[in-house]
């Protein structure tokens, strides 16, 4: 008979060890508390515009490439229609200066060159670096676990020329390599590249991907996405049960060790397996399926210690009117300040314009969206959960707010209104569960370099964790690969030899 694996949560990690797991001969099932596939990786439908609240760039779509080969054994990647943005983001100050951000490394170099010659410096820094990613194909991923001799040499050779590149840019972060600027544009451009904190290396090596073309928006959004790839497990002849919450994973003492065999869901249904496995979130994992007995100090200590990426505000638009953009995405000044909460007033938008994906809006219409970091995931709960119609009107604020103060900008936006949304970090917490609202898991930082979290737990067997916290840096490729590898490990345990297809 078949071995049994319970996988907790169905987003774009749990999903793909449900792939993985069922393509090697066990019998899965996953539990997830909301109706839908995807978690994070999701969209929906608002008054006729499809809002899309994920993909900005799947890495690993151009043919042939290491990602592309692994989404390729998840889902048909042909069957993609997949659209390669021109200019990553613009970014527009109030004089009416602007830098765009090209994807093509050579024109990114002209352009910043043009605009911010005093900082050939930084620019010969950056775009070196780039050119030097460009050339890397990350090897086959395995495990560390699961590292042999032969694997550590083979990826040393592979690796080798650009550790030092990484090692290098891993140190500093993207506030401080902005800070080196001279021109405040370029400066605000580079501290737009990603959030502040994270190491440089990855806007340059994300820089890399989009310049090879392997990091494209597949037309359709984030959670058609997600369902190509529940369709994969369905079709596999696993099972998914939504609207069922995981409240606790049973723990058994077999021969004075703990062993998991089980979870119990919200609704007291009991469900026994040979192997539990969680992609929901790792501080509830850790704190309440688990009752915080098995985390030792290592796992507290990087709980206690590294930064999540926070929550966000996520604003959007539909407008009857064609919004005429070279740019998909955009940084505008706004006319006016608009105070978010306690702890953000912005006098700036990123907005995304999605021209490039007509499913998303009626014809001749216009969806527009922005994110508004935030980590003030408290203040929003407390906010929803003590006074709703205090919440409500905060949220029509705002929206109003930002549309006066966009204007400007982009034209006529109120009288052209026929639908707006505007998701809170209380949203995302209701819907996904993640800590703190975080969009991304754990932002690789200098202080924490490449530091990985281990997928099992010590003293708890049968029990293995995967998805973005346990994967530091996060995003989809990160979480597909990090399921990968923990169903690597669970074949091996289970004497079979991996396959893929
Ligand atoms: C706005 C936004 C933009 C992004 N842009 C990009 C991008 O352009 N490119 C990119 O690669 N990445 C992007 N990301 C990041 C990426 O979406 C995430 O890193 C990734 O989807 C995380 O997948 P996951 O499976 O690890 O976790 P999740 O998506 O959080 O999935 C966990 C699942 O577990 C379920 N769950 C939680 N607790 C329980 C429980 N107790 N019982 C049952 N089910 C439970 C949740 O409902 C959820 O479905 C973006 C994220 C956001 C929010």
């Known amino acids: 008979m078949a071995e049994k694996v319970l996988i907790i949560g169905a987003g774009i990690s749990g999903l793909s060890a449900g792939c993985y797991l069922q393509m090697n001969g066990f019998e899965t099932a996953i539990y997830e508390m909301h109706s839908l596939p995807g978690g994070l990786c999701t969209s929906w439908i608002k008054d006729g515009y499809k809002i899309d609240g994920c993909i900005h760039w799947l890495v690993g779509t ?11 054994e998840l889902i048909d990647m042909k069957s993609l229609i997949i659209t390669d943005h021109e200019i990553f983001f613009r970014c527009e100050d109030s004089a009416g200066n602007f830098i765009n951000f090209y994807n093509n490394i050579d024109q990114l170099e002209n352009e910043l060159l043009a605009k ?29 676990e699961l590292f042999t001799l032969r694997d550590a040499f083979s990826s040393l050779r592979i690796m080798g020329p650009y550790l030092p590149a990484i090692k290098k840019w891993t140190n500093v972060s993207i506030a401080d390599f902005a800070s080196r600027c001279k021109n405040p544009l370029l400066r605000k451009t580079i501290e737009n590249l990603f ?101 030792d100090q290592k796992i507290s200590k990087f709980y206690k210690k590294s930064l999540p990426f926070s929550s966000y505000l996520q604003l959007s638009l539909g407008v009857d009117r064609k919004l005429i953009s070279e ?98 970090p209380a949203t995302v917490i209701r819907y996904t569960n993640n800590w703190k609202g975080s969009f991304e898991g754990w932002v690789i930082t200098p202080e924490t370099g490449l530091k990985q979290l281990p997928v099992t737990l010590p003293d708890l067997n049968n029990f293995y964790m995967t998805g973005q916290w346990v994967a530091p840096g996060g995003g989809l490729p990160t979480v597909m690969m990090s399921a990968r590898g923990v169903s690597q490990i669970i074949c091996k345990k289970s004497k079979k030899k991996f396959i893929t297809s």
């Open 327 to 424: 740019v998909p995405s955009l940084i505008i000044p706004l006319s006016k300040r608009v105070y978010i909460d306690p702890s953000n007033t912005i006098n700036e938008i990123k907005i995304r314009i999605h021209n490039f994906d007509p499913t998303l809006a009626p014809d001749g219409k216009t969806l527009i969206s922005a994110m508004i970091l935030t980590r003030e995931d408290e203040y929003w709960t407390n906010l929803r959960t003590d006074n709703f119609e205090g919440y409500k009107k905060e949220k029509k604020r705002i929206i109003s707010e930002v549309i006066a103060g966009a204007e400007h900008r982009l034209g006529p936006l109120q009288s052209h209104l026929e639908m707006s949304d505007l998701s809170t």
């Open 62 to 72: 151009k043919p042939g490439t290491g990602f592309y080969n692994l989404w390729n």
């Open 116 to 144: 911010a010659p005093e900082d050939i410096a930084v620019i010969n820094d950056y775009i070196h670096a780039v050119r030097k990613f460009s050339r890397m194909n990350l090897p086959v991923p395995k495990p560390r």
């Open 195 to 295: 959030v502040p904190e994270m190491s440089v290396v990855f806007a340059m090596i994300t820089t890399a991907w989009m310049n090879n073309k392997d990091a494209g928006y597949p037309i359709g959004g984030s959670l058609e996405f997600a369902k190509k790839i529940e369709e994969t497990y369905l079709r596999s002849g696993g099972q998914i049960y939504y609207r069922n919450k995981v409240d606790k994973i049973i723990v058994e003492s077999v021969n004075g060790k703990s062993k998991a065999s089980g979870i119990i869901t919200s609704e007291g249904k009991v469900e026994k397996a040979d192997y539990i496995i969680s992609a929901a979130d790792g501080n509830f994992t850790l704190n309440e399926l688990l009752e915080g007995k098995f985390t």
